[in-house]
């Protein structure tokens, strides 16, 4: 890929490039130095829960490998590295802080500091305590009051060299996939419980967000993850409802709260049979709309939407497990994802690099009180392979990767205020329900030996990052 191609003239100065990774995804040492369970160390011993019973056990082994892999990315030339901190690790139990745990963060900060990255730390990337969860998990409105507890104890300890922190990674997941479709863990069906779950994490996030603020914390945000509906029949009374709904649960139901303090009329109405109003305390959205710095956006794919059946699908919510599974769609359980003909990725994902700066665009549009945007994640899964000459030649992710940066650019130039781009993954890694079957990274571990092999991809992106940062140009917004 050539940085021509992605304007490399206009790009404004102090965009930050990087790339991210999860806790769970990536350090393996699940009983290590005194981590106990979370939830997904739980699940995948439920048997069908992951494809092809894969464990977080080992992970990558990026708990070992840490120096080498900060190594890596000083190589990529990344600016920042997006990472979270497991909870089970700091406070395993969730009962007192986890020193031993602590230190892991303090040194991975450390050596990020040492060559000149940024750390950009995620508090929740989905790795509850399971000791919280046999308590009642995200249903429980205590999780969220313990949630600040974890949170303070890890500013504690990093606050001095952190200066980006994101309260929560994708809630949409961690809340609807989690506790209504059961695709991710704590693989429950309930979608009382997933609403609660939903209303649970955005009062933590409001009150680590004070919390933090207090103690001093300047970038404080979240990141969701976003996705335009289209509507398979733009004419179609049925695709349209379909649209709205999706609309609703994908998008709104985080975005309105956090940034406009309260929920939207309709998604209300939808959900009052399945208790979101029962659930809401008053004072809840002062605490949940606190100002925020940054609003993080991951994006993969857009969501073609029907209320009608169809025959080919492009469900990016189904996951890889073989055990029975519901929707995350509450009251919206007919929605359906017809494909649109659009080049796939492993994930069945469509490409298609315009809904991003759609999307930007649409956010920039629609919310006059958006902090700046960060797009933390954007990538693609493909089955590259390692070749005889050593090499993994992964052509299609490196186009997918500059074709969302060109889309960015876009954005940019049509006055969205987009100050940095993550590619998701730094390493291949655990795929949630898919286990390591699906394989993101810029980076290739090989899962018996680990070793690592900066893919073609990854080559591309850092000398995208080289010229774009030689020819970067201050703003004009
Ligand atoms: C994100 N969907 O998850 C997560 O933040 C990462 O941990 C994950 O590895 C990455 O994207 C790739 O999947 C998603 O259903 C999970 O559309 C599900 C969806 C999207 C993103």
């Not at 021509?4 to 965009?15: D, E, I, K, L």
């Not at 020193?99 to 040492?114: I, N, T």
């Not at 309105?256 to 009052?272: M, N, S």
């Amino acid at each position: 890929m050539t940085a021509n191609n992605v304007t490399a003239g206009s790009w404004p100065r102090g965009f930050i490039w990087g790339s991210a990774t999860a806790a769970a995804q990536v350090e393996g040492a699940g009983d290590e130095d005194g981590k106990e369970d979370s939830i997904w160390d739980a699940f995948a011993r439920v048997p069908g829960a992951i494809a092809n019973g894969d464990t977080l056990e080992q992970g990558v082994d990026h708990y070992h490998r840490m120096p080498a892999d900060v190594r890596l990315m000083s190589e990529l030339g990344l600016d920042s590295y997006r990472f979270s901190t497991s909870w089970a690790r700091v406070r395993p139990g969730d009962r007192a802080t986890n020193p031993a745990g602590l230190d892991f963060y303090s040194r991975l900060v450390d050596e990020l500091q040492g060559a000149g990255i940024l750390p950009w730390l995620t508090l929740y990337h989905w790795d509850l305590p399971q000791a919280l969860e046999e308590k009642g998990g995200w249903a429980n409105r205590d999780t969220a009051y313990r949630f600040v507890d974890y949170a303070t104890d890890v500013y504690a300890a990093l606050g001095d060299r952190v200066t980006h922190w994101t309260t929560f990674n994708e809630p949409f997941c961690s809340s609807l996939l989690g506790y209504a479709s059961g695709v991710h863990a704590p693989g429950r069906q309930e979608p009382r419980a997933a609403l609660a779950a939903v209303h649970h994490q955005h009062l933590a996030h409001g009150l680590a967000v004070a919390a933090l603020r207090e103690l001093g914390a300047e970038n404080l945000g979240i990141t969701l993850n976003l996705s335009t509906a289209i509507p398979r029949d733009p004419s179609d009374p049925v695709d349209l409802e379909a649209a709205r709904r999706f609309d609703s649960l994908q998008n709104r139901i985080f975005l309105e709260p956090i940034l406009l303090g309260a929920y939207p009329a309709d998604t209300l109405r939808d959900l009052e049979p399945f208790g979101l109003s029962d659930v809401i305390e008053e004072g809840d959205l002062e605490i949940i709309s606190a100002p925020i710095d940054f609003l993080g956006v991951n994006h993969y794919h857009d969501d073609s939407v029907s209320g009608h059946p169809v025959e080919s699908s492009a469900d990016g919510h189904s996951g890889g497990a073989e055990r029975a599974t519901s929707s995350p769609w509450i009251g919206a359980e007919d929605l359906t994802f017809p494909t649109r003909g659009l080049p796939r990725t492993a994930m069945g994902w469509e490409v298609n690099p315009d809904g991003l700066r759609h999307l930007l665009v649409r956010l920039t549009a629609e919310y006059p009180t958006l902090p700046p945007l960060y797009v933390t994640e954007n990538g693609a899964a493909y089955d590259d392979e390692l070749s005889d000459d050593g090499r993994v030649h992964d052509p299609e992710r490196s186009r997918y990767i500059q074709d969302h940066i060109a889309a960015i650019g876009q954005a940019i130039e049509a006055g969205a205020d987009v100050r940095g781009y993550f590619v998701w993954s730094l390493l291949d890694n655990f795929e949630w329900s898919w286990g390591y079957d699906k394989r993101f990274g810029i980076i290739r571990v090989d899962q018996e030996t680990f070793e690592r092999t900066i893919k073609d991809s990854g080559l591309d992106y850092a000398a995208l990052i080289r010229s774009v940062r030689s020819a970067a140009v201050s703003p004009v917004l």
